[in-house]
């Protein structure tokens, strides 16, 4: 059982570390999701189970844990099951209403003196004072008259005690087939994963991932593709720098929608090429600053739901995380612009990848649903969620377009978005990569024993 819950930002990952160690260095023990959160499990039942279990919660407050769901939702739960919230500020922050409501009433801990010592005085306060409200243990009026009957009682329950482990320790050990191997104790440990199964892996957004397991290879790693759309982003930007608009030329007009120009459509309207688009840049990126070799996601390129100062995607994972990817040799169709002797495919090798028309049959096969609907940190970061909202007004449906890979055989700005629910037979359609408001389902190869050492 740990005695504090430490409720935070991955942004503030290193200070939360910090006051972890000074918090266990002073014998109290604590919970802390990066270290302690079981990869493969249930992720909201660890963090539920977790906060049942502790003395005290602590909200590391800051501007990012302030505006994050995951956050709000930790510690929403903790007041409503009666889990003491202390709250130390990391800096200035005006509450958000839904904070405000839950954290009025709670101990915050602001002085720059002293701070950790004042948090450690405060966390042992409530716990001692938790253990004085427990219940005192009975004492029992001794009774000489029937000693006889609880003796044979305990001495009933050593024997079936000495029968069970006769049981587990004696038996005789299965014999392994001779010339077969026997099992590694990581391959013992290493949990069983069937195709449309559904684990956490990795951070995106505050909230850990969670995905489902489209194929399992013969070598035992498995194909996983995220449960929900985890962002709305365009495939790539126009090389122009705005989209639609050239050298004073302005191509949302009529007369000029139709550009047959190829490289005139990747400057207006960006560029279909797997190897060379920007959203493969950003998946592949673990980079606090995400250097793109050509045309940046900008505002003016790209819209509302811009990228190109956000960190990389993998940005929060974890070494052993990262570690866990498996580098995926991809086959991708070439467009009009660029192809190659090898029946016109391109070959990439990456660690994160969006899948391709052909691949989107590992879901069919598995029986897993095309349809996903976006994340509650995707609709919460969607600078453009007007287009979501309206889309499930009109259509009755959560489940919504995002992005494929290859691109269309005949516009090189043009590429493939699985399609809705609404729209029945037709598995996915076209859209221009430059336009911000469809959205993004990584899928990843990952190796787990490389998580169950």
């Known amino acids: 059982m740990k005695n504090v819950f430490l409720s935070f930002s991955s942004k503030q990952t290193n200070e939360a570390e910090r006051i972890c160690n000074y918090l266990e260095s002073h014998g109290l023990s604590c919970f802390f999701s990066t270290r302690d959160l079981i990869p493969g499990e249930e992720y909201a039942a660890q963090l539920l189970d977790r906060i049942d279990e502790a003395s005290v919660l602590v909200l590391l407050l800051s501007a990012s844990s302030n505006e994050s769901p995951h956050v709000l939702r930790e510690v929403e739960y903790a007041v409503s099951h009666n889990t003491p919230i202390l709250v130390y500020s990391l800096e200035p922050v005006t509450l958000s209403k839904s904070m405000e409501y839950f954290l009025m009433t709670h101990q915050w801990i602001t002085s720059e003196e002293n701070k950790d010592e004042k948090l ?17 243990p009975t004492t029992a009026v001794p009774n000489h008259s ?25 038996q005789p050990k299965e014999k392994v087939p001779s010339g077969q191997p026997a099992l590694s104790s990581s391959e013992t440990l290493v949990p069983a994963y069937q195709l449309g199964d559904t684990l956490t892996f990795g951070t995106y957004l505050d909230e850990p991932i969670e995905w489902r397991v489209i194929k399992i290879n013969e070598d035992k790693t498995m194909i996983l593709l995220s449960k929900y759309i985890l962002s709305m982003k365009a495939y790539d930007a126009p090389e ?29 309207r960006g560029n279909n090429d797997w190897e060379l688009s920007n959203i493969r840049t950003w998946l592949n990126s ?24 956000e960190h990389g995607f ?21 467009n009009a612009l660029r192809t190659d002797a090898n029946n016109n495919m391109i070959t990439t090798k990456d660690r994160v990848f969006l899948l391709s028309t052909d691949e989107l049959e590992w879901l069919l096969e598995g029986g897993i649903s095309p349809y996903a609907r976006p994340s509650e940190g995707c609709k919460a970061t969607d600078r453009e969620l007007f287009y979501y909202n309206s889309f499930v007004e009109h259509n009755h449906t959560e489940s919504y377009y995002w992005w494929l ?14 399609t809705t629910e609404a729209e029945e037979n037709i598995p996915y359609t076209s859209a221009s990569v430059g336009i911000s408001n469809y959205g993004i389902r990584p899928a990843v190869c990952v190796d787990m024993t490389r998580l169950h050492p």
């Open 120 to 136: 450690l005085q405060s966390i042992r306060h409530l716990i001692d004072r938790s253990n004085d409200k427990q219940p005192a």
């Open 240 to 268: 122009g720098g705005e989209y639609n608009v050239y050298d004073g030329v302005d191509y949302w007009s009529y007369e000029n929608h139709n550009v047959e120009d190829d490289a005139l459509c990747v400057k207006i």
């Open 286 to 309: 673990d980079k606090e600053v995400v250097e793109y070799p050509d045309q940046a996601p900008t505002k003016k390129a790209v819209g509302a739901n811009f990228y190109h100062s």
């Open 405 to 418: 890979r290859n691109g269309s055989d005949c516009k090189v700005n043009e590429s493939a978005v699985v």
């Open 146 to 170: 029937g000693r006889i009957f609880p003796v044979l009682i305990v001495i009933l329950i050593l024997l079936v005690l000495f029968l069970i482990v006769g049981l587990l320790f004696f």
């Open 314 to 334: 993998l940005y929060d994972f974890t070494e052993e995380e990262k570690a866990a990817l498996v580098l995926t040799e991809l086959k991708t169709p070439a």
